[in-house]
């Protein structure tokens, strides 16, 4: 069990939780280690096999996830190691938005996703799941150019300076984000072909991401659904705007959380909107360096950026049926969106 202590939600007695509810797995024995500085998950994941470990929990955010998934794959240019061959991958999240998780059908509260994955290890509930690929790494959740890796970059200023990545604090920078582009947007090329042998081909697009799971993300306890045809089952699914700006730009952003659904509205916004579904190759350009982000990391500015997808590249424990029901009262949702650490 590796555990990043510097997780959104992380705690001494959540920690304890998660440990009392694995120890009433029979024959689980558990070693648990915590990171200590950025890519130290990669670090101990790196050349894993089966025999020294059946599985690895990671206890953290969706970067946590990010880099053990790397650790365990190695570099993208070689040949992946067989999902049989490496450690299964378990997740506890303690994260902000925690995709990865909720997308396999955890709740969003470490304490009953211990429950849950104790189970999932008792009977040996996993499955195997596809995973993105870009320059450098593999990626379980999404990546691309635009305001969102923007958003993540000022975010993670902010938490250098030890404030929390709250809900709020997000749509915050998100709005600050959107703002600034007004200026200056990204000016993105995408030239991407799906599975069935279609092909995408735009042009000067502000925002556009990929992301391999569905919701593509969340704010706070909204899901954010771009793709709805999107799993892990399949291909990367390909979402973007070709105008921020006016109000038909604020109206295209509010429609990304939830607000607008109605016919009409989806009408009107319909030629701002680019969505493509089951690409197995992307290649993403901007005329200038550009913030990019994978898995909700800020890795650095990039021209062009090449995306791809490999099925059933790991194997993961994940909860069977329906999820377990949790009632969320509306004191419970307000404290969620403005949580502080």
């Known amino acids: 069990m590796i555990s990043n202590p510097n997780a959104t939600t992380q705690s001494a007695l959540m920690l304890r939780r998660v440990a009392a509810a694995l120890r009433e797995v029979e024959g689980l024995h558990l070693r648990s280690v915590f990171t200590h500085y950025a890519g130290h998950a990669a670090q101990m ?33 070689g040949s992946a190691p067989h999902p049989q061959d490496i450690p299964a991958l378990a997740v506890v999240p303690t994260g902000s938005a925690n995709v990865f998780a909720r997308a396999l059908g955890y709740q969003p509260f470490p304490h009953i996703v211990a429950r849950q994955l104790a189970q999932a290890l008792r009977e040996d509930s996993r499955r195997r799941i596809c995973l993105g690929t870009w320059d ?40 600050e984000a959107w703002l600034r582009s007004q200026i200056d947007p990204p000016e993105i090329e995408v030239h991407a072909r799906a599975q069935d042998g279609s092909s995408l081909n735009k042009q000067q697009m ?36 070709t105008s921020i700006r006016g109000i038909g730009g604020v109206a295209s952003m509010l429609h990304l959380i939830g607000v607008g659904h109605r016919r009409w509205v989806e009408r009107w916004l319909e030629r701002r909107t680019v969505q493509f579904d089951d690409a197995t190759e992307v290649q993403m350009t901007c005329p200038t360096p550009e913030h990019f982000q994978v898995d909700g990391e800020y890795e650095g500015d990039y021209t062009s950026v090449t995306l791809g997808c490999v099925p059933d590249a790991l194997e993961v424990f994940a909860p069977q049926g329906q999820p377990l029901s949790v009632r969320r009262t509306v004191r419970r949702a307000v404290r969620d969106f403005f949580r502080v650490r």
């Open 136 to 175: 450098q790494g593999w990626f379980a959740v999404n990546a691309g150019f635009g305001i969102d890796a923007t958003v993540i970059e000022r975010v993670e200023q902010v938490r250098s300076r030890g404030f929390a990545a709250t809900p709020l604090r997000y749509l915050v920078v998100s709005t």
């Open 45 to 77: 994941c790196r050349g894993l096999t089966r025999q020294d470990y059946d599985v690895v929990i990671a206890v953290g955010g969706d970067g946590t996830v990010n880099e053990i998934i790397n650790g365990l794959l190695g570099p993208v240019t």
């Open 206 to 241: 502000p925002l556009l991401f990929a992301s391999n799971t569905n919701p593509w993300t969340f704010l706070g306890p909204l899901p954010v659904v771009t793709n709805p045809r999107n799993s892990f089952d399949q291909g990367l699914g390909l979402f973007g705007l």
